[in-house]
Each structure stands twice: as C-alpha cells, then as structure tokens.
C-alpha cells in the first residue's frame, strides 16, 4: 500500500540553527510529495511540493528533494526562525488516484 | 489565503446527533475531498466528489456523507455521532480531478468537532 512515515517529534531547536525533518515513503505508483504545514489553530497550507523524481520544492526557505531511490523527501532549512513553529506533514499523491496520504505529522517549535 | 472557507469553526454535539459542515470553494474548483484529522494524527481522507458525484472514498462508514452543489459548495453530513468522531474536519479542493500530475490541493482552515 501506499504509507508515510516521518521523523518523530517534537522538534526544539534554536533559532537560526539548521533544521531537518525526514520523510520516507511507500508507493505502488509514482507519486508527487508534498509538504503541508500547520500553524497553530488553523488548516493545512501547502509549504513545497515535486512531482517527480530529483525535482526540488522550495518555498520561504525550505527545501525538500525528491529522492526515488532512498524514497526520501526530507525537509531542510538553513536557518530556522520563531515563526516557523507549527507542525508539519509530509504527503503523497498517487497519479489516477483520489487521496492525499499524509504522515503523522512533526511538532516544530524554535525558541528564541 | 486558499480560498477554501468552511463552518462552523468550532461545534459540539451529544453522542448520537447528526452534523453537517459545509464548505465552499473557489470558483473553478470541481473537485473537493474531505478529511478527518484526529488530535495528534495526521488527516485521513474520508471521500471526494468530482462534478457532483462521488469519486473516492476512504476507510469509514456509511453514515459519514456528502453533497456537492453546483456552486461550488458542499457539504460533510455525519450521522448517528460517536465520541470517536471528534476531530478536525477538513475540506480541501483543486480545479481538476485529483491524481493529475502538478495539480495543488487547497485546504480550508478546518470545522473542529466535539463529541460529548
């Protein structure tokens, strides 16, 4: 079946320190990836996405590339700040398909 | 912004009461889905409609349903509620059958269900 795993949480850090979160995943098909994030006491909002294998999704400093042979998309930022605390979910999306799977998701919080 | 609205914000219902959310998207978007995110989980899709007609369903039972309306709007109906049933549900649509290659789903901020 098609599952996601991430890395679990809760996730401190520092601000301006580097921040990694990892996500591996299990596809029957080719999937595209996505990571959502969700800032406290509101809905998703789609932070990166790649739709196939080696693309990197980028967005307000995050990046995440799609690794078909470790299948891996793992969440990077160079420099994290207090408004980056939230949680943060890993997704797939089968093509022909009619779901998003998401991971468990990963509580981030930064301290000043 | 998303452009995805949904309500009520926050419900409560007693064990055993129906519930209907609604949701409405943006002008375009023929497709919807709804998903059910339970306290500390990751969201579970329950099903979509594409055009008016179901076209997907996750792993629930048959008293969770919906309606898509032309305009663009639909809604979520849960039906002889169970404490279980409490979560955030969220709608989420996209302009074309989901599945196609690049296409980006958009997520409204959620109608927060309590089960009492």
């Known amino acids: 079946g098609n599952s996601v795993t991430q890395m679990e949480g809760p996730v401190t850090l520092s601000e301006e320190a580097f921040l990694t979160i990892n996500c591996t995943y299990t596809?029957?098909?080719?999937?595209?990836l996505f990571w959502y994030v969700q800032y406290p006491g509101e809905g998703l909002q789609l932070l990166l996405k790649a739709t196939k294998a080696d693309d990197k999704g980028s967005n307000k400093g995050f990046e995440a590339t799609y690794r078909k042979e470790t299948t891996s998309f793992h969440l990077e930022k160079g420099s994290v700040q207090v408004s980056d605390s939230a949680v943060y979910f890993c997704a797939l999306l089968i093509q022909g398909a009619q779901k998003l799977v998401f991971g468990q998701g990963t509580r981030l919080t930064i301290n000043p | 912004e998303t452009g995805v609205t949904q309500s009520p914000t926050h419900l409560i219902k007693t064990r055993g009461q129906q519930v209907t959310l609604r949701c409405s998207s943006q002008s375009g978007h023929n497709t919807v889905s709804w998903y059910q995110q339970a306290l500390g989980q990751g969201p579970q899709f329950i099903f979509q409609?594409?055009?008016?007609?179901?076209?997907g369903r996750g792993n629930f039972p048959p008293r969770f349903s919906g309606l898509q309306f032309p305009n663009y709007s639909s809604e979520l109906n849960v039906n002889a509620l169970e404490l279980d049933d409490s979560a955030l549900y969220l709608c989420?649509?996209?302009?074309?059958?989901?599945?196609?290659?690049?296409?980006?789903?958009?997520f409204g901020e959620g109608s927060w269900l309590t089960v009492v």
């Open positions: 596809a029957t098909g080719y999937p595209s």
């Open positions: 409609y594409y055009r008016e007609e179901e076209n």
């Open positions: 989420a649509s996209s302009d074309e059958r989901v599945g196609s290659s690049g296409n980006t789903i958009y």
